[in-house]
DNA sequence: GAGACTCTAGCACGCTCGTGCTAGATTCGT
DNA sequence: ACGAATCTAGCACGAGCGTGCTAGAGTCTC
């Protein structure tokens, strides 16, 4: 019916209608059938822009890591350090649909790892991604450059972080999340030094 | 061919067999077959202890949930609170293959529930009782009866042993676990010590 | 207009899946 | 010894799976 589709935007609704499937009906419903009935095309038409499933997959995967990355970047700035990085933080938890749906595919990718290889190492990237970003924001905090005690501080943030986003996904159907910011604000003075009181 | 075989150790070898296939090959890869395959015996023995699919992943998932609750329960004593408090924390983290299966499973019924309502509950369970746990440590080591600070320890808590514990199955490799635990360890003794209220 | 290219549509193959079903082997209660 | 209960073994069915393949509709280039 058609020709010369923009073959980039086809990639990211296929891949959207990936993150659906998952979202909906699980990671082992996700299939070239379903994604393509998710996105209203033939398997044909999705297999002539990703030949195989793992493609697929992939491309999912790395589009999801790809998006959160932006979107930290694109924080805009705070006059405090603590609000500033709080900032950046908020968008690591499921707190909105894009970012619940960002953390269900991350748990499917952690889940399915053992059956596709390719995925681990994307897993990982988004993995060391995440703890590079804490770590700069612990020496913004700090404001000193990274030492042991640093890193540990960083690593300390990135387990609240992981950990709190999953108690958020679970405890979905409750509505305040504001529990979880405020410990993470608290850890965050508490990086940045003893002088900064909570707002 | 035998008769009157113990049903009870039946049904745990094949939650095993489950965890097993679910660690090798991922989630989507436990189907009655493999499962079958993994204990060493026909379908038709399988399904005669489960009659269907569901039966199986429920009672895998259950007899998890209990093992670990049970594991916990049979920790040992010690004379410091925050060291008891750190031999049951470190029963939550995967640092030896049992616990780790535990985890993977864990998280591979997170990643399931859209798919298999019936998992959800226990997943809830599961996650009420670890925060249950954190709770009840938390007034062990302050020493007193819960309050919103102390719920907010707990929580702070629950959130950490959580983050860790993915932290730990992804970082497979590295032998040293000592940075997590020290991470705990440091965290239960700022509970059991002078409470600073940040309200 | 004609041919080349791109995309849609879908058939077909071999596989695995869950599950209903039967038949045979083994052991127990009597 | 014998019927009954229990367990093993496996066939069969319809469904869904990934993927190779072809046919045709639409659009671009010449």
Chains 1, 2 share one sequence.
Request: charged share 25%; proline share 5%.
């Amino acid at each position: 019916m058609a020709r010369t589709i923009d073959r980039d935007a086809r990639k990211v609704e296929l891949a959207e209608a990936v993150w659906q499937v998952i979202i909906d009906k699980g990671i082992s419903a996700v299939s070239v059938r379903t994604v393509a009935q998710q996105a209203g095309v033939v398997v044909g038409s999705l297999r002539h822009v990703f030949p195989t499933r793992a493609e697929l997959l992939v491309f999912s995967a790395e589009l999801m890591v790809q998006r959160a990355t932006e979107r930290v970047r694109a924080a805009p700035g705070y006059p405090s350090k603590v609000e500033h990085a709080l900032e950046i933080v908020k968008h690591f938890l499921p707190l909105e649909p894009d970012t619940r749906a960002e953390l269900e595919v991350n748990i499917a990718l952690i889940a399915e790892s053992p059956a596709l290889p390719e995925l681990t190492s994307i897993r990982d990237h988004a993995y060391r991604g995440l703890g590079d970003a804490c770590l700069q924001i612990a020496e913004m905090l700090a404001g000193r450059p990274r030492d042991p005690a640093l890193v540990r501080s960083a690593r300390r943030l990135h387990a609240l972080i992981d950990g709190l986003a999953i108690h958020l996904l679970i405890e979905a159907s409750e509505r305040d999340n504001v529990w979880a910011i405020e410990i993470l604000q608290e850890e965050l003075v508490r990086i940045g030094g003893t002088e900064q009181s909570v707002h």
